[in-house]
């Protein structure tokens, strides 16, 4: 025979464990336990400032293609125009 789970609501709601008193302590306790790690503002959340400081682009490119990038950028190089070939 398996035994039955039993909620958290279910046990403070037992007087044999708890009295009223502290099944609100207990509750309480969890509910600011819980906020600390779920929901509400936290740090690094939402969406960035807009503003005079301009975003950090990542490009994830092997060593001999950032060298290729950055000559292309320098010599001015029209990509479009080299990968039609002409």
């Known amino acids: 025979m398996q035994k039955k789970l039993r909620t958290l609501d279910e046990i403070l709601q037992d007087r044999e464990f708890f009295t009223e008193e502290q099944a609100k302590q207990v509750e309480e306790n969890a509910l600011k336990e819980a906020h600390k790690y779920w929901g509400g503002k936290r740090k690094g959340a939402g969406r960035k400032a807009k503003g005079s400081n301009s ?9 001999d293609e950032q060298e290729f990038l950055k000559y292309a ?4 190089l029209n990509l479009k125009q080299l990968m039609q070939g002409c």
Do not use: E, P
Not at 73 to 76: I, L
């Open 73 to 76: 950028r320098a010599n001015s």
């Open 55 to 63: 975003l950090n682009i990542t490009i994830k490119v092997s060593s």
